[in-house]
């Protein structure tokens, strides 16, 4: 069993922000140079690029971590669930950039933070147990960027089979509703509704 995520206070994200079920993951710089690679090289010392990865590693460590189920592979399609809301926002992947080989019904982990705002995101369609507490939620998805894979498959294993099932379902439906919507999956850019 895994030691309790200790939080991290960093001037990106307060220990206050600490979810139910936190991450506790750390990013791999050299997965996450493979997904965006934009935010490496000369362009990587620009101040916003640098503050991007810097809220990564706190994303990761203090987000809360969901199920999130693999749709479809070309394109390679996510469904990540958030509790909070009680739905999902499905993300689109570039499979070239991606150093995990997948399958369509594959579990993944998200880590997801929140934001507050006055009205919800467009591409998040509210379920009936969402605490109608947030506007938007970012996932990041774990599996694509955690140093510590093992750490990422306990996480899984303790997600019940209900959120899992649910998390399939809510995919299916939003393909289903609205083809096309999906957020682009790259860590720094999943948080913008599609």
Known sequence: M???VQPRD???MSNEA?????????????????????LFGLGG????????KKVLEAHLWNGDSRADVVLGRSPLLVAAYSDEFDAVVVLRFD?????????QGDR???????????????????????SHAYANFHPVIADFVAADRLRVERRKAAIAEPEW??????????????????????????????
């Open 165 to 194: 099932a649910r998390a399939w379902q809510l995919g299916q439906q939003h393909l289903a509703t609205r083809p096309g919507a999906f957020r682009d999956g790259t860590p720094h850019r999943s948080g913008e509704p599609a």
């Open 18 to 38: 600490l979810a139910s079920d936190p991450g506790g993951i750390q990013l791999d710089p050299v997965r996450l140079r493979r997904i965006a690679p934009d």
């Open 95 to 103: 499979q070239r950039l991606v150093d995990a080989h997948v399958e």
């Open 10 to 12: 960093t001037p990106y």
């Open 108 to 130: 993944l982990l998200t880590v997801n933070t929140y934001r507050r705002g006055a009205s919800v995101a467009r591409d998040i369609a509210q379920g009936p147990y969402s």
């Open 45 to 52: 010392l620009l101040p916003g690029r640098v503050l991007s």
């Open 2 to 4: 895994d030691e309790p």
